[in-house]
């Protein structure tokens, strides 16, 4: 999502930390913490922009995999402001989809998404409220404010849709979430992302309680010029650099497997002077080996730019990778 023009008089700052503190104290889910209608739209244009670009990340990803959505009307579920339709939108057109529903449990929210959707579509078709079987379902940001019942509730009305697509923060808590509800429904869905295979996940396995499924995107350049997002640095307290993300694809429609050897550098990693440790997950399971800076210099520049391709084709033995090409 291209960063957009805001002037900081346009901002209600003081909502901007109620919300952030509700966020992170975990309390967000209690109550409606949508006041007003400002509180909205200063919420959309500083932290949902940032949701935005995570979506971006998950989207690019889709789109360098040739990946097509199903048609159909799209749904975004616990929608808030509708920053994630918007990103899909913006990503693969309003010709993709039947139109756009938006649901949330704030009246409020529901309408403000639909109005900015309309505005930055016109003619595209819009509604509000639930819906019975929706072809694509987006979700972003929710797990955090269900509680186990909802969550149930939740997991059976996606049976019915034909793809998912979900992102989370990737924090190890919600990424832990998402990888217990992808076992629950992985025999219901081809896994797409990022997943690199159809298997139990690899995390789950024994000696694996440090690690979590959670990736890194990049916020558009612009941002670290513009005096808007400064301020909104150091107002809020967000580091700027930081895009932790866990996200789910799932999809219905057959999708061919990917090659054996394929797999998902899951973090970032680990730089050493003679080499790179990275955790990778295959068909195998989940793993560490090194990437020597020798063997392979080009690969390691990458990881020290923070530029590692995020899916491999990998060899490796019980400690090196041996050899090593990003995804075509």
Known sequence: MPVPHTNDSDIDWPALARLRQDFLAGTAGA???????????????????????????????????????????????GCGSGVAARAFLDHFGTGSVAGVRFWDRSAMAMAFAARRAMEKYPGLSVHTGAADAPALVLLSHVLSELAPAQTELLLQSLLLATTVLWVEPGSYES?????????????????IAPCPHQGHCGILAPGNDPHWCHFFAAPPPGVFSDPFWGHFARVSGVDLRSLPVSYLVLDRRPAAPLPPDTMRVLGRPRLFKPAARILGCDCQGVRERELTRREFPDLYRLAKKEEFPSLNSWRCDARRILAMKPFP
Not at 175 to 184: D, N, P, V
């Open 31 to 77: 109550d409606d913490y949508w006041r007003q209608a400002s509180d909205l739209a200063s919420y959309d244009a500083t932290f949902a922009q940032r949701i935005g670009w995570k979506w971006d990340f998950v989207l690019g990803e889709l789109c360098h995999r040739g990946w097509e959505p199903p048609g159909g009307e799209l749904l975004d579920w």
């Open 175 to 191: 990424s832990r979430a998402l990888i217990a509800i992808r076992e629950r429904l992985r025999d219901h869905f081809q896994l």
